[in-house]
């Protein structure tokens, strides 16, 4: 009788699939219901030119400027009711309140760790929501808090100059070139955080065109107080 070969067993691989479950990073979900629409992101880990129209500069800009002229109106509404109540130092208010390079330094410094909250919590600020911007890790997950932080400083600094005037523009024109030649800024990419934008529709195009209108608005109806008291 000519003997049965029995083909040999493969080896379990229920074990190397434990291994490959073991080394696989923990990746937060993300919520899309928390921002509807298809989102794209301009990051490039090759460095490679970005797609054309998927960095959105203006966008962020217009964000990041809704953001802080929000507070910025609030601070100076402060400003402006101190200068009623306290008539005795309304010299003094009166000099910080129309010196631009305090007034914008002190809005990015107030601002960075509200932004760093709203980042660590949510991953968007409420101009990043309204504008469809959002802030994650390279992984998916949202920033730390430290993290959040130090990137909101740093785009402070090396985005906006500080709140200074001349600088904030040169800086500003900087940063725009580096973001549309490699899809990231100097602050992302010191964070290893990427920035993803939502696709827009007429309804989300005509709600960011009227706020931004409205703030600057508001500004100016500010200033044009603050200037005839």
């Not at 009166?94 to 010196?99: C, D």
């Not at 968007?124 to 932080?149: D, N």
Request: charge should be neutral; include cysteine.
């Amino acid at each position: 009788m000519t003997a049965i070969e029995v083909p040999k067993q493969s080896a379990p691989i229920r074990p190397v699939l434990a291994e490959v479950v073991q080394e696989a990073p923990m990746v937060e979900p993300h919520d899309s219901s928390t921002m509807p629409g298809d989102r794209s992101s301009s990051y490039t880990a090759n460095g490679s030119t970005p797609p054309p129209g998927s960095t959105h500069p203006w966008r962020r800009f217009f964000a990041k400027f809704t953001d802080i002229s929000t507070l910025g109106m609030l601070g100076y509404s402060v400003f402006v009711m101190l200068t009623y109540l306290a008539p005795q130092q309304n010299e003094q208010l009166v000099a910080v309140r129309e010196n631009t390079v305090i007034g914008g330094f002190l809005v990015i410094v107030i601002w960075c760790p509200m932004e760093a909250c709203f980042l660590s919590f949510l991953g968007y600020t409420p101009a990043k929501w309204l504008y469809g911007i959002e802030v994650r890790s390279t992984i998916g997950a949202k920033l730390s808090f430290g993290k959040a932080l130090e990137r909101a400083f740093l785009s402070g600094i090396q985005g906006l100059g500080g709140g200074l005037p001349i600088v904030s523009l040169v800086t500003q024109l900087f940063a725009y070139d580096r973001l549309n030649k490699t899809g990231t800024t100097l602050w992302d990419t010191s964070m290893k955080s990427v920035v993803s934008h939502a696709q827009w529709g007429p309804f989300r195009a005509i709600v960011c065109v009227v706020a931004g209108i409205a703030v600057l608005l508001l500004n100016f109806m500010i200033l044009l107080i603050a200037n005839t008291s």
